[in-house]
């Protein structure tokens, strides 16, 4: 099974409007971590939020927010007043934190394209 | 300024060639570790280290070695390219999770390699 699943391979917003990336996860560790990443089209990898399972409250940074549902174990990024520059590669990664190893995985992502 | 450095960025080779490319962290990480993205499949993890000696394999080692001899490098080799290695290739490096860090991955620029 797919540890990081992302249903949306392209995604389209109008600029100023707001949008929501799937994701979700499949794990049996009690602890584990929720990572997104942004990928311009230069190619960089940008770390953007984390949620850990232990947290109580979604993760906020700055516009983006993390919709962190536990028990539907999925971690959806939202990213209000969408701007020219958020168009990209969107990835959802989680860290296990088990005893036996310490494993990133990452989703297909989602191509976000911002609208003028 | 704080940063891992993968190199070559670009490479072309021949099957059968072996060739390294190499990553080096200054942020004194313990966790340091290896992807290839390709189209429609995301990153996946290659090799990662916990530790200096200490190497696991990822998800797709197949073709690839690792070492770790010192905490700041941690060198990809390719002993026998073959055509199917011909990806972007990512080196990231983290602190392990804890109060004051998420443990996030610090990503390479990434390495574009072709095996003709």
């Known amino acids: 099974a797919q540890k990081i699943t992302q249903t949306q391979p392209g995604m389209f917003v109008q600029e100023k409007e707001a949008v929501t990336l799937d994701c979700t996860y499949d794990t049996s560790d009690p602890s584990y971590g929720l990572f997104w990443y942004k990928q311009p089209s230069s190619g960089e990898m940008i770390f953007l939020i984390y949620q850990g399972s232990y947290d109580q409250q979604n993760a906020t940074e700055g516009r983006y927010s993390l919709n962190f549902q536990k028990a539907r174990k999925s971690a959806n990024l939202v990213i209000s007043a969408s701007q020219l520059g958020d168009s990209a590669m969107y990835f959802c990664a989680m860290r296990e934190l088990s005893n036996t190893g310490n494993q990133f995985y990452f989703g297909t992502g989602t191509s976000l394209t911002v609208i003028p | 300024e704080a940063q891992v450095t993968q190199n070559p960025r670009y490479l072309i080779t021949v099957t059968g060639k072996k060739l390294t490319v190499t990553c080096s962290q200054n942020m004194n990480h313990e966790y340091m570790s290896w992807y290839r993205q390709d189209p429609g499949l995301g990153l996946r993890q290659i090799y990662y280290?916990?530790?200096?000696?200490?190497?696991d394999k990822g998800d797709v080692p197949e073709g690839y070695k690792v070492s770790r001899k010192e905490k700041r490098n941690f060198p990809l080799i390719l002993e026998s390219p073959s055509p199917n290695q011909t990806s972007l290739y990512f080196c990231a490096s983290s602190f392990f999770p804890r109060t004051e860090s998420t443990g996030e991955l610090f990503f390479g620029e990434g390495s574009r390699l072709t095996v003709l």
């Open positions: 280290s916990m530790n200096v000696e200490v190497t």
